[in-house]
């Protein structure tokens, strides 16, 4: 049985030009000791995926419908107080942004103890012991415990924030977004730090970005999320050699390749879809270059194209054909 089954979540927020569904029916499985890599372009729901999984959406959000099954019971309809002793001990998140996570006004330390001791059942002396050993696990040096958040650098404070996730040894870590604001040579060191962490602890992490070169870092599963919806989701090892939607093929396209430097970058022109009046059809419809007319009014499910591999696209049996044209910057030129 794997430790997180979501089916079919749908999360909305209250606006005032109406509803917006933000993740819209959304489905998959996470194993123990599994990472899996949530990955599309800004908006298309990540964060708010991530969030809806801890129930810390802001006020204007609110699940609308589905499960989401972790040990044994559904985080959706547990009380308030049920969930709140299941964060940090069960699943825990390190937000977009390192800042939202820490106090600036207390000292680092005190807010990894007071994680320990509130949420946990350490005493004082057993939370100083733990935080001496929680900021050596993501390499922190202990005397850094006693620094306010300001006078660490990104890197730090990602760290510090990643042991903070860790503290109560959670089975799963949401991670969103964790490595974009640092530069590259830290990226890999904190990245690297998670994939450490996953072996030795058997630890289940989400791992939300938009950069295809985290997901091959550090994952092992992917599930490629477009205008709220996850469009396909397979293995890394597939999803760099054998993806079967056009908007994995245009991601793709848009990454420098690690086999092919002298590769030309192609961009998907247009934007995503609003949410709050999404189109008929396929929503990758307006920047799909293979774009029929079927693709206008019915929407394409997300079915099983090979064991383990689910992908939405009518045109899926053709995908060696959409392989190939998808490498010509020519095709992604002619947009219906
Ligand atoms: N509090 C909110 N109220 C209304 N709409 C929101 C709110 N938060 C997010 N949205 C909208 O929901 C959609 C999904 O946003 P979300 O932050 O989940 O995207 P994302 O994939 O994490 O993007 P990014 O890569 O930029 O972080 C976007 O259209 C966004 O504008
Ligand atoms: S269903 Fe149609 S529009 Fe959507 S990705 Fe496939 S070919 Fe493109
Ligand atoms: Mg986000």
Known sequence: MPLLEVRDLTVEYTTQRGAMRAVDGVSFAVEAGQHLGLIG???????????????????????????????????????????????????????????????PVYRVGDQIKEVLTNRGDYNR?????????????????????????????GGMRQRAVIALALALEPDLVVADEPVTALDVIVQ?????????????????????????????????????????????????????????????????????????ANRVLISIDGYPPDLIDPPSGCRFRDRCPF????????????????????????????????RSLAKEAATWQKRP
């Open 291 to 322: 774009a029929i007319e079927r693709c206008q009014h019915e929407e394409p499910p997300l079915i099983e194209v090979a064991p383990g591999h689910r992908a939405a696209c009518h045109r899926w049996p053709e995908v060696e054909k959409l």
């Open 188 to 260: 890999h060191q904190v990245l690297k730090t998670f994939r450490e962490l996953q072996e030795r602890f058997d630890l289940s992490v989400i791992m939300i970005t938009h950069d295809i070169s985290v997901v091959a870092e550090t994952c092992d599963e992917v599930a490629v999320m477009y205008a709220g919806k996850i469009v396909e989701q397979t293995s890394v090892e597939r999803f760099f050699h054998q993806p079967f939607h056009p908007y994995t093929l245009g991601l793709q396209n848009a990454y420098p390749s690690l086999h092919d």
């Open 125 to 153: 002396r057993a939370a100083r012991e733990r935080a001496v050993e929680l900021f050596a696990l993501v390499g922190l040096a202990k005397d850094r415990l006693s620094n306010y958040p300001h006078e660490f650098s």
């Open 41 to 103: 372009e800004s908006g298309c729901g990540k964060s708010t995926l991530g969030r809806a999984l801890l129930r810390v959406l802001p006020r204007n959000g609110s699940i609308a419908g589905g499960e989401i099954r972790l040990n044994d019971r559904d985080l959706v309809t547990i009380s308030e107080e049920q969930m709140r002793r299941a964060r940090w001990r069960e699943l825990s998140m390190v937000p977009q942004s390192s800042m939202d996570a820490l106090d």
